[in-house]
């Protein structure tokens, strides 16, 4: 059986982690993208600096960044087909649908019923529980806990080893802090820290 060809966009240590859910037996990973203009190679692989759709135009791409922006802007300029990636290591029920792009790493669960977007990250060891919707572009952190029922606007990061409690409603592009306990629905653009998590004043 040939072997699916991926390049990442993304030269960093978060392709790292995204490389190591590369199953060797069924994937070559054959180059990275980057915008870093001096990197040329990475983990001894080529380095790409400039995106070109007729280049390798039979490979798969996965961005593999972290930052939920630079994700979506990203997604809208490529035209490469999008891979999923989805760790032997992780718990996944059967009827949980998973968007394209979307990457979930090494001890994740997800549990039944629940939606992921296109591009999301479900992180080390963060546990999403049953019925959840989580937009496109959200980045779930580590050791992360979503109850059931939770809804995830789109490009939103829920921090490291945050937990939200069942049936809450997270809007767009928040930032909810680490270690936070979210106990109420969360507006658009809004960041939140504490435990319960509360409004950070964002103005400068």
């Known amino acids: ?90 718990i996944v029920s059967k009827d949980v649908s998973i968007g394209k792009g979307t990457i979930v790493v090494h001890g994740a669960i997800i549990q039944a019923n629940t939606q992921i977007g296109n591009h999301a990250i479900v992180n080390t060891k963060s546990s999403i529980d049953h019925d959840c919707f989580i937009n496109d572009f959200v980045h779930v952190g580590p050791n992360a806990t979503l109850c059931g029922g ?25 930032i909810i802090g680490a270690g936070s306990l979210v106990v109420k629905d969360i507006p658009d653009n809004t960041t939140v820290f504490g435990n319960p998590a509360k409004k950070i004043n964002n103005e400068k």
């Open 150 to 174: 939770v809804s995830v606007g789109e490009g939103t990061l829920i921090g490291a080893s945050a937990t939200i409690l069942p049936g809450i409603r997270i809007g767009k592009w928040c």
């Open 1 to 90: 059986m040939e072997k699916i060809k991926i390049i990442l966009y993304g030269a960093s240590g978060h392709s790292r982690v995204v490389s190591s859910l590369i199953d060797l037996n069924a994937y070559e990973l054959v180059g990275y993208y980057d915008d870093n203009q001096n990197l040329k190679s990475f983990n001894g692989i080529q380095v790409l600096t400039e995106y070109n759709p007729n280049i390798n135009k039979e490979c798969s791409i996965v961005i593999s960044i972290g930052d939920n922006q630079i994700r979506k802007k990203l997604s809208q300029k490529i035209s490469h087909h999008f891979l999923t990636l989805i760790s032997q290591y992780s």
